[in-house]
């Protein structure tokens, strides 16, 4: 599996780039700006590449606006972001484009190998991994939000759908056996209007839709 890494803190980026290739992936190019990114991405077309969501010159938004930039041009680029603090607007602006594909962890968890190694093998699938600060910074609800009605145990489901846990995790996490975690993801799909024939994208576009509730329509 091919990664592009963008991160200007260069002993953060050599940890990244040794764990990734202890750890079976490619690194292709390690850059520390977002120019450097794009030219990467174009040039080796990754299964995934890591952002820093803050990048020189200004250290602002260049790497959040490169990410979004890579996902233009290569549609469905998968994405994990990297931050330091939970940054809500970056966070909800990676999800406005409704696909999957996406991650967005803070950086502590990097520390969490085994956390952080399925994180991006779980994004360069096509799937979500989002921190639980994120998550708990994103629970802003709106009187028309579809979210709104669901359970408090459909919500806990959820929210760890949007971790990127698969079913036998959520049961353990939650104490419930698998039959039961299959049923409230099944009152999920159906509350959230995600029809049966979205097969395999239903889990992908209910977590989006739980992440995306707080934007601005």
Known sequence: MQVVIAEDNVL??????????AKGFQVCAVTGDAPG???????????VTIVDVRLPPTFRDEGI????????RHDGLPV?????YVEREYAGELLSDGRGGIGYLLKDRIGRVG??????????????????????????????????????????VLALMAEGHDNTAIGERMAITHNAVHKHI???????DL?????????VL????????????
Not at 65 to 72: C, D, G, I, K, T
Not at 186 to 192: C, E, R, S, V
């Open 12 to 21: 953060l980026a050599g940890g990244l780039e040794l764990l990734l290739a």
């Open 115 to 156: 956390e952080f190694v399925d994180a991006v093998r779980r994004v360069a699938a096509g799937g979500t991994a989002m921190d639980p600060e994120v998550i708990a910074q994103l629970l802003v609800r709106r009187d028309d939000d579809p979210v709104s009605t669901l359970t408090p145990r459909e919500h806990q």
């Open 80 to 84: 994990l972001v990297l931050s330091q």
């Open 186 to 192: 099944g009152n999920i799909f159906a509350k959230l």
């Open 37 to 47: 990114l794009l030219a990467a991405i174009d040039e080796h077309r990754p299964d």
């Open 65 to 72: 606006r490169a990410a979004l930039e890579a996902r233009r």
């Open 206 to 217: 209910a977590v989006l839709t739980y992440l995306n509730r707080d934007r601005p329509r």
């Open 195 to 203: 029809a049966p024939d979205d097969r395999g994208h239903r889990r």
